[in-house]
Each structure stands twice: as structure tokens, then as C-alpha cells.
């Protein structure tokens, strides 16, 4: 592992413990070169997701981008960090297991929908406001009106 600050080849692990519900392995290292101490996380990773976007680009699938997303849409609402993490590690087990290692970004959406409306009906709203590219009053409308009976069936499920 190259260390952030010198760019040095050589760390050493201080210390190793499970993380993120046992889904990730966190290590703390140090730098022998520059005594600088950082962490790093270690994840299984059953194969490559390959994301196909709107315009038809493909990029690897950025699991921190997701964790963006769904942190952004939680912003300010009572929700634990380790909500967010299973939601998140939740849904990347489910894009790994998939017949196909090629996703739409629409199946991430959807996926991330599910996981809000589980989590909070106004961080559910929030996403699909931006997801769904609402520009009118009655897109809200519209929406709302099914919110909380899909809400009661995401977190029953």
C-alpha cells in the first residue's frame, strides 16, 4: 500500500478490525518513511460492475458515488451513518450477484429509491425529485400522492 502523503512503498498495518458490519475489513497503517498514520478499508468484491449511462458511455461502477448520493438525499434527517452503510453495501451485493456485470444507472436508481424509501420518506422524495427530474408543481403532485403507501412496503419488505 503506497502512503498518501510521500507516495512511499512501503507501510506497515497497526492495527485490523472488521468494519461497516463485518462487509469490510478496516486498517490502520503507518509510513515508516514519514510516520504518517492513515486508513484504509478492504472490501470483497465478487467482480467488476461495469455502469452504463444515459448517453450510452460505460464507466466502473464508484461505490462512492453512491454513498454521495444517498448521504446528499439524507442530509439533515435522522438517519445513523450505519443505516446509510448497509443500505449502500446492501445494494452493491445486489449489483454483484446480477446475471450481468453491466448495469444501467437507472438500475442503480431504482435501487437506491428502494433503499430510501426504507430508510425516510423525505430523503425518498428528495432522490426521486432529482432522479425522476421533477420541473413542475404537479410532477410533485403526481409523486406524492403513492409516497406513503410505497414507503410502508419498502420497509416491510
Known amino acids: 500500500m503506497k502512503c498518501p502523503y510521500c507516495e512511499s512503498e512501503e507501510t506497515q498495518v497497526k492495527d485490523s478490525r472488521p468494519a461497516e458490519d463485518s462487509a469490510a475489513i478496516r486498517r490502520r497503517r503507518e509510513c515508516p518513511a514519514c510516520s504518517a498514520r492513515f486508513t484504509t478499508f478492504e472490501r470483497v468484491q465478487l467482480r467488476e460492475i461495469v455502469v452504463t449511462k444515459n448517453d450510452g458511455s460505460r464507466e466502473p461502477f464508484v461505490r462512492e458515488k453512491l454513498v454521495r448520493s444517498?448521504?446528499?438525499?439524507?442530509?439533515?434527517?435522522?438517519?445513523?451513518?450505519?443505516?446509510?452503510?448497509?443500505?449502500?453495501?446492501?445494494?452493491?451485493?445486489?449489483?454483484?450477484?446480477?446475471?450481468?456485470?453491466?448495469?444501467?444507472?437507472?438500475?442503480?436508481?431504482?435501487?437506491?429509491?428502494?433503499?430510501?424509501?426504507?430508510?425516510?420518506?423525505?430523503?425518498?422524495?428528495?432522490?426521486?425529485?432529482?432522479?425522476?427530474?421533477?420541473?413542475?408543481?404537479?410532477?410533485?403532485?403526481?409523486?406524492?400522492?403513492?409516497?406513503?403507501?410505497?414507503?410502508k412496503k419498502a420497509r416491510t419488505a
Do not use: H, W
Not at 428528495?126 to 408543481?137: H, L, M
Open 70 to 151: 444517498l448521504r446528499l438525499a439524507l442530509q439533515k434527517r435522522p438517519v445513523e451513518e450505519g443505516a446509510v452503510e448497509r443500505a449502500v453495501n446492501d445494494i452493491v451485493r445486489q449489483l454483484e450477484q446480477a446475471v450481468d456485470t453491466d448495469v444501467t444507472t437507472r438500475m442503480i436508481g431504482e435501487k437506491a429509491m428502494n433503499a430510501l424509501a426504507a430508510l425516510d420518506p423525505v430523503a425518498y422524495v428528495r432522490y426521486a425529485s432529482v432522479y425522476k427530474d421533477f420541473r413542475e408543481v404537479e410532477d410533485y403532485s403526481a409523486f406524492l400522492a403513492d409516497v406513503e403507501s410505497v414507503c
